[in-house]
């Protein structure tokens, strides 16, 4: 069975089915991530001689856009382990990644914190050398699948040299990490994306991934380029699923005094199409970077670090269309465009913000450094 085939039938029994019961709840999608790992979805980027599909990102964000389309919280959950996936992959944890191949360990990066708000860049929190282990103190404000998760993928500043990152892999069960509060969200509300708390924990100096200051680097050339592009496949997802959803509700709701549906409309047909042009168009974009970064294209840096914000700002703009179209009875928490309406807020303000990538964007096209030097 291809990976396709895999992701259609789980998608279909499992992961579409309990969608809104994730949402309505709040809970945290288990027997979808379940599924998803014993359907081999969860090793798809481990490479085949470590027991895993040996895919790479476009297959990766093949999978997320079709869970963007079905549930927004599982497609968080598995694009943040994808991308941290990435991280072991470049660290050459070939131990983490068997396990992974099993299908039965979930990772997840644990970046942003309280001190440093969305900018993942800049960690304040702290790695102390003691002895042969090191005691690793945060609050990371949002992880994704927190307490849920087997392992983080975890920033701090360095342990001993100059630079703005060390990156960990850190097991989720370690004595001293607590998740001070659950998550409560407006949307993708069972991605469990809450705080996590770093009391002295204690990992071995091996936990470390890369070389000590050099976690930046492996963040930007390997983790951000996959969670950008994944991300942007959730959103096109989500917009696939709105076009769908609206186009369905102009189809059968009838105006009974006029005796035609609203399909017979040309305002809420006006909105439909806008909307499905958005989904399209947001594709295609995400289709052309992927191609871009096999190509290794020159323009792959400026299409990656675009490719969130556009779709970001296209899966708000394709909700608040299909809000429109289909009216007053888009808003009760009973039609599907009210949750896709909520979910589709995140990406905007999800770091990297969209504000932070047209930024960089702008600074990629003047020739400039992507951040600058961080004050000593």
Request: overall charge negative.
């Amino acid at each position: 069975m291809t990976y396709v085939q895999a992701l259609t039938d789980v998608v279909d029994e499992v992961v579409a089915p309990g969608a809104v019961e994730v949402d309505r709840s709040g809970s945290f999608p288990r027997s979808q991530i379940d599924a998803l790992g014993a359907a081999g979805l969860l090793a798809l980027t481990v490479p085949q001689e470590l027991g895993g599909g040996g895919q790479g990102m476009r297959a990766a964000a093949t999978v997320v856009r079709e869970l963007g389309a079905a549930c927004g919280s599982t497609a968080m959950i598995v694009m943040m382990h994808y991308s941290a996936t990435a991280a072991l992959i470049a660290g050459n944890r070939q131990e983490s990644l068997r396990e992974i191949a099993t299908g039965r360990h979930l990772t997840t990066l644990a970046f942003s914190e309280f001190g440093s708000r969305s900018h993942f860049w800049a960690p304040v929190s702290t790695a102390t050398a003691q002895g042969d282990d090191v005691l690793l103190d945060a609050q990371k404000s949002w992880v994704t699948a927190a307490g849920e998760a087997d392992s983080y993928v975890w920033s701090s500043r360095p342990l001993e040299v100059a630079g703005p990152m060390t990156l960990w892999l850190v097991p989720s069960d370690a004595e001293g990490l607590s998740v001070p509060s659950p998550f409560d969200g407006l949307g993708l509300r069972g991605n469990a994306s809450s705080p996590v708390t770093a009391d002295g924990v204690r990992v071995s100096s091996a936990a470390m991934l890369g070389k000590d200051g050099a976690g930046l680097d492996l963040a930007l050339s390997t983790v951000l380029p996959l969670f950008l592009v994944l991300n942007a496949s959730a959103s096109v997802g989500l917009m696939k699923a709105v076009a769908a959803e609206t186009a369905e509700h102009l189809q059968k709701t009838q105006l009974q005094h006029l005796s035609q549906s609203l399909a017979q409309q040309a305002g809420p047909r006006a909105h439909l199409a806008q909307l499905r042009i958005e989904a399209d168009r947001g594709r295609a974009f995400v289709d052309d970077t992927i191609s871009a970064v096999e190509e290794g294209r020159q323009d792959a840096m400026v299409q990656v670090l675009s490719v969130k914000a556009a779709t970001a700002e296209a899966a708000a703009h394709a909700a608040d269309l299909a809000l429109r179209a289909c009216g007053g009875s888009a808003f009760r928490k009973e039609s599907p465009i009210e949750r896709r309406f909520r979910d589709s807020r995140a990406a905007r303000v999800m770091a990297p913000t969209s504000e932070a990538l047209h930024d960089f964007v702008g600074r990629v096209l003047c020739g400039l450094p992507l951040l600058d030097e961080a004050p000593t």
